[in-house]
């Protein structure tokens, strides 16, 4: 609606007039961006590699562990810090090593003295996550540098009382675990909330030159030895048990060839007792039998003809027939005159 009014020149203007009930929708529009406002920061979502820190007043209260949307009391009221606690993060010391691969030594880091005053670079892997949500952000400032600095620190100390041989050598695990265990025991004593996963080592070897090249060759050298140790003791352990089931098969042979031969023996001496208890009775008879068993196994195809020399006829006993022919023999034995019992011999 428009309004005009009159002055004293006689001129008229026209006055705006504000429209009804816009107060009401100033306030309403106003209620509607302070409850949108709200409600966006009662609710917030952790994804599954996170967990949040929940803080009432500024002051930790609580970890919420699982992922999805949850419900929270509105800012200022609450707040919510978000950690990457189920994730396994790597830090590098010694070098860097950018999104394409590119490795940048970082000298001040790799480079420290041995045991025996020598100079080795080193260079590690510290893989690591957060362990304690709580202890993580508000017992250390910046946790990337801390774990940079205590790694540094454990390395050094490790080093400090080892022999360089022995680092460039056959040290490495050795080394990489006590390393590991003092890195635990620096998060333990700060009560940092870091969790470390693995500490490995890429490269332990002295600086780059003549030097280098010099303990390279040791350690081709020694590599080589153990090589050939390997080899040996490899043929060891495949000639060894078959040497040894060599050697029980021969005394398992010796063993039966003796309980042979003893047995052989006892039976001898069993059938030497008994012809000669057959002799005691009737040593004529017996050393016939001996005679006539030996001539047998002497001349297998000769015919034995037992004779009576006694008179001018000539009676005998043919034996070889007997045995071919056991039937015919006993009827010939009836018409033979001297078979009754004159021919013995």
């Known amino acids: 609606m428009d309004v005009y009014q009159g002055g004293k020149t006689g001129n008229t203007h026209r006055v705006p007039q504000l429209p009804k009930n816009l107060w009401r929708n100033a306030v309403i529009g106003a209620a509607v961006l302070i409850a949108v406002w709200i409600g966006s920061t009662v609710f917030y979502t952790v994804q599954e590699q996170e967990q949040a820190a929940i803080l009432t007043f500024g002051k930790y209260t609580a970890t919420q562990e699982s992922s999805g949307l949850h419900f929270k ?12 606690a189920n994730l396994t993060q790597k830090i590098q010391i010694g070098y860097r090593e950018d999104d394409r691969g590119q490795v940048t030594p970082v000298e001040e880091e790799a480079l420290m ?29 910046d946790p990337e540098l801390f774990m940079r600095n205590s790694a540094s620190a454990a390395i050094r100390s490790v080093m400090g009382s080892t022999k360089l041989d022995f680092a460039i050598t056959e040290g490495k695990t050795v080394i990489q675990t006590e390393v590991k265990t003092k890195l635990e025991e620096i998060q333990t004593r700060y ?13 332990i070897e002295p600086p780059e030159g003549q030097v ?12 080589e030895k153990n090589t050939k140790i390997n080899q040996a003791q490899k043929y060891v352990n495949d000639r060894l048990p078959k040497a040894r089931g060599e050697a029980q098969a021969l005394i398992e042979n010796a063993e039966a060839e003796k309980k042979s031969r ?11 007792n008994a012809v000669y208890n057959e002799y005691v009775k009737n040593p004529a008879v017996t050393a016939d039998r001996l005679i006539l ?50 021919a013995t011999r």
Not at 73 to 84: E, F, G, I, S, T
Not at 212 to 223: L, W
């Open 191 to 203: 009560q940092t909330g870091i969790q470390i996963i693995d500490l490995k080592f890429q490269d």
């Open 113 to 141: 003295i041995t045991g025996d005053e020598n100079i080795v670079s080193a260079d590690a892997v510290v893989e690591w996550k957060i362990s304690n949500v709580r202890d993580y952000l508000y017992n250390i400032e």
């Open 293 to 342: 068993e030996t001539l047998e196994r002497v001349l297998p195809n000769a015919k034995l003809i037992v004779t009576d020399g006694s008179g001018d006829t000539v009676n005998y006993l043919p034996l070889d027939s007997f045995l071919r022919n056991p039937a015919g023999a006993k009827a010939g034995a009836s018409g033979q005159p001297g078979a009754e019992g004159g």
């Open 73 to 84: 009391l509105p800012y200022p009221v609450q707040r919510v810090v978000k950690v990457p």
């Open 212 to 223: 280098q090249q010099a303990f390279k060759e040791v350690t081709n050298a020694r590599e």
């Open 262 to 272: 003893i047995l052989n023996a006892e039976g001898d001496v069993a059938k030497f």
